[in-house]
């Protein structure tokens, strides 16, 4: 089985820009949540949704946005991008609203120059 | 303001011998524990998790020992393995829907 997939891997971008990260979560799962993950830090809840609905937002500006598609994938948008958000952008799943047993996948790591 | 302390930040250990990560909670309403594993360049893999109702769970090399009132939790690997190098974070949540909130991470050398 497939597990949590995400695109691009790698993504450079300058100051001002506007970035989109995909994710498709394991099959079943309806739940999708972001995160960010600085370089020697654990990872930083930023959205989580379930059933396009969303369900959490944690401490991040309104630069960063998402949403979730029918077929539960989902994309992160982070617009005027900073320096500081250069980071590594997980993406989990889970099959309920609860975030016990979340499955993260590999990640996009965005660097902003 | 950060929920969840992990100690250390970085560990050495033998082969074979025993790692021991610890990390200490302030929100009592956390009742779900799980321990991360990550690699460079992967994504956390989840690798054990208790609830607060038990105080030790095993699986296979891992074990997690749980302090409720002390409101601390810690990761045992024993027989460590040079694989077993990575970066592992603790996390805790609410199941009520918060957010996982993870420890800073422990980077694991095991040395041959």
């Known amino acids: 089985d497939a597990g949590v997939t995400q695109s691009p891997t790698h993504l450079i971008k300058t100051r001002g820009q506007q970035v989109t990260l995909r994710c498709s979560p394991i099959?079943?799962?309806?739940?999708v949540s972001w995160y960010q993950q600085v370089l020697g830090q654990g990872p930083q809840f930023i959205f989580q949704y379930y059933e396009k609905e969303e369900r959490g937002r944690g401490n991040f500006p309104d630069r960063f946005s998402a949403r979730q598609f029918p077929n539960y994938s989902s994309e992160l948008n982070v617009n005027a991008l900073l320096l500081g958000d250069s980071a590594l952008y997980l993406c989990?799943?889970?099959?309920?609203?609860?975030?016990?047993?979340?499955?993260f996948g590999p990640g996009t790591r965005l660097t902003v120059t | 303001q950060q929920q969840v302390k992990q100690s250390p930040q970085s560990l050495i250990v033998q082969k074979g011998g025993i790692s021991i990560i610890n990390c200490a909670y302030e929100?009592?309403?956390?009742?779900?524990f799980p321990w991360y594993q990550q690699f460079p360049g992967k994504g956390p893999a989840l690798l054990i998790a208790?609830?607060?109702?038990?105080s030790e769970k095993k699986e296979g090399r891992f074990t997690i020992s749980f302090n409720k009132s002390a409101k601390q939790f810690s990761l045992h690997i024993m027989d460590s393995q040079p694989g077993d190098s990575a970066t592992y974070f603790c996390?805790?949540?609410?199941?009520?829907?918060?957010?996982?909130?993870f420890g800073k991470g422990t980077r694991l050398s095991v040395i041959a």
């Open positions: 929100n009592t309403a956390f009742d779900y």
């Open positions: 996390a805790a949540v609410n199941s009520g829907n918060t957010p996982l909130v």
């Open positions: 989990a799943s889970s099959f309920r609203t609860s975030l016990n047993e979340q499955y």
């Open positions: 208790i609830r607060p109702d038990v």
């Open positions: 099959s079943g799962h309806k739940s």
